[in-house]
């Protein structure tokens, strides 16, 4: 158990689909994160938000939107995805950013795109 | 732009045998430095990390590892690896003392008995 809640943990869905990925954090943290990771490739910072508020687009995609409604929920919005998108997607909390502390890591949710 | 590298994919080991992972990353300025681990089927959770102090940095089961700054290196070491540390690790840098941890490729560990 993280403290760090990844739902679904794997979808498969179809080019034209839409969906949404949910994570939500019992930690009481500020921040919170997605990242991509895909086989032998650096784990891909996509979104951070802190107090709700979005502080970092590391140039993803706008077929990925993320929402934070509030600091212990965040959501990645899918949509008109394509093949190469199929990855783990992990959400991740911190205490603030500007703190260099430790990040919490959800267990991920695996998207596959036929 | 900042950068992690860990020098190896794939490492294979007997138990008993000495571990070192490479980890270099390129940031000219304060970094804080860390290890991840990801055993199978799980997620990814802290090893060890270093903000000041001491270069040398211990973490959890029995893992260290050296800060040398004029190298730009973050090695991961272990004296002798059982067959539970059979992972998938990961270097990561947060330069600037902004909480967007850079991540390397991950180095996958396997121990046999």
């Known amino acids: 158990e993280t403290g760090v809640t990844q739902t679904p943990r794997h979808l498969v869905m179809g080019m034209t689909n839409k969906k949404s990925l949910k994570c939500e954090q019992h930690?009481?943290?500020?921040?919170m994160y997605w990242y991509k990771q895909s086989a032998k490739k650096p784990l891909e910072l996509m979104f951070v938000?802190?107090?709700?508020?979005?502080?970092e687009n590391n140039s993803v995609p706008s077929r990925f939107s993320p929402e934070c409604p509030n600091s212990s929920h965040l959501f990645l919005h899918l949509h008109t995805l394509q093949p190469e998108d199929s990855a783990l997607y992990l959400c991740?909390?911190?205490?603030?950013?500007?703190?260099?502390?430790?990040?919490?890591f959800g267990e991920g949710s695996r998207l596959t795109v036929l | 732009a900042q950068s992690v590298s860990q020098h190896n994919h794939h490492v294979i080991l007997s138990e008993a045998a000495s571990l070192e992972l490479g980890c270099n990353y390129s940031?000219?300025?304060?970094?804080?430095l860390f290890w991840y681990v990801q055993y199978p089927g799980q997620h990814l959770q802290l090893l060890l990390k270093y903000f000041s102090g001491d270069p040398l940095v211990k973490g959890i089961k029995g893992f260290e590892a050296e800060f040398i700054k004029s190298k730009f290196s973050f090695n991961l070491r272990k004296p002798s690896v059982q067959w539970s540390d059979t992972a998938e690790y990961f270097c990561a840098v947060n330069a600037g003392g902004y909480n967007k941890l850079i991540f390397g490729a991950g180095t996958r560990l396997a121990v046999h008995p």
């Open positions: 930690l009481g943290h500020n921040a």
């Open positions: 940031y000219g300025g304060t970094v804080n």
């Open positions: 991740a909390s911190s205490g603030q950013v500007g703190s260099p502390g430790e990040l919490f």
């Open positions: 938000y802190n107090f709700k508020e979005q502080t």
